[in-house]
């Protein structure tokens, strides 16, 4: 019997942002390698000009009814203009005649993020990033006396602001054959991933701090059996996800002074020319 074992770990963030805003914590995000993208996708490769003040193009058109030459009627739908002339023509004797005018505008803008899914290369991560059903990071092990893939672990994050909050989610996938122990469901569902869950969730606070003080996220763990009922996350898997971003933060701090001037390990705060990106433009 197959089971399919579901952690889901929802951190939420008391903060909120306007648009102009969220599109900066993504910029922020890209530059550490965290990239929010749009569930859809065909490959690994980062649009950069979907992060960021990019020239942003938009064409618009306006169709125009003329009565016996005079423009008289302007409509922004080529159904409501064909629906209007068709009637004109039936009902008067009127020369109608109809045109479309095309107006192009250029402006840079804040880009907004195409999506809430994590497509991740940030340093030192140990999943390898997929694209599956949606982006997602795999953790698997070569067995080298079979040369096959031990059963993987998945990894789907996204990161989501509704004007009132913001939420990281972690969701680690395993699917194994048969019910497991409890203490091997932890191994695979809580020690293979959390060094990379707390590595980004360290690089998504310290973006988020920069926009306002952050008090200590609500968070919302469950693990699910397919075949099973839910049950709530133990006190100490949350505490090892928060020892964990602990440890990131740390070793940011480390590598800041030891090597401060070819500094490399996405602390917001420890980057220059990062510095302002909270000000509204």
């Known amino acids: 019997m197959t089971v399919i074992y579901e952690r889901t770990m929802n951190i939420i963030y008391d903060i909120a942002l306007t648009p102009n805003e969220w599109a900066k914590v993504s910029f922020n995000l890209h530059k550490q390698g965290l990239n929010l993208v749009s569930k859809y996708r065909w490959s690994c490769e980062v ?11 938009s064409t618009s058109k306006n169709y125009i009814i003329s009565i016996d030459g005079q423009d008289a009627i302007h409509n922004k739908f080529y159904t409501d203009a064909d629906r209007i002339e068709a009637q004109l023509k039936e009902n008067t004797q009127y020369d109608i005649e109809q045109r479309t005018v095309e107006t192009t505008t250029s402006d840079v803008h804040w880009v907004k993020p195409d999506g809430r899914y994590f497509l991740l290369e940030f340093e030192n991560m140990v999943g390898v990033q997929h694209i599956g059903p949606t982006p997602e990071l795999y953790y698997a092990e070569l067995d080298e006396e079979t040369k ?3 059963e993987e672990v998945r990894m789907v994050t996204t990161l989501l602001s509704d004007n009132s909050q913001v939420e990281l989610q972690f969701k680690v996938i395993w699917e194994t054959s048969g019910v497991q122990t409890k203490g091997i469901i932890e191994e695979m569902c ?38 099973e009922s839910r049950s709530e996350c133990a006190p100490d898997i949350i505490a090892k996800t928060r020892e964990a971003k602990l440890r990131a933060n740390t070793e940011c701090i480390q590598k800041y002074v030891d090597d401060k001037p070819t500094i490399s390990c996405g602390c917001v705060n420890c980057w220059p020319e990062t510095q302002g990106l909270g000000e509204e433009e």
């Open 47 to 57: 649009d950069e000009n979907s992060y960021g003040r990019q020239q942003i193009v």
């Open 148 to 150: 096959q893939f031990n």
């Open 190 to 227: 809580v020690n293979v991933p959390l060094s990379d869950m707390g590595t980004i969730q360290h690089y998504v606070e310290q973006t988020l701090n920069d926009f306002a003080v952050l008090d200590e996220p609500l968070i919302e763990c469950y693990f699910d059996a397919k075949t």
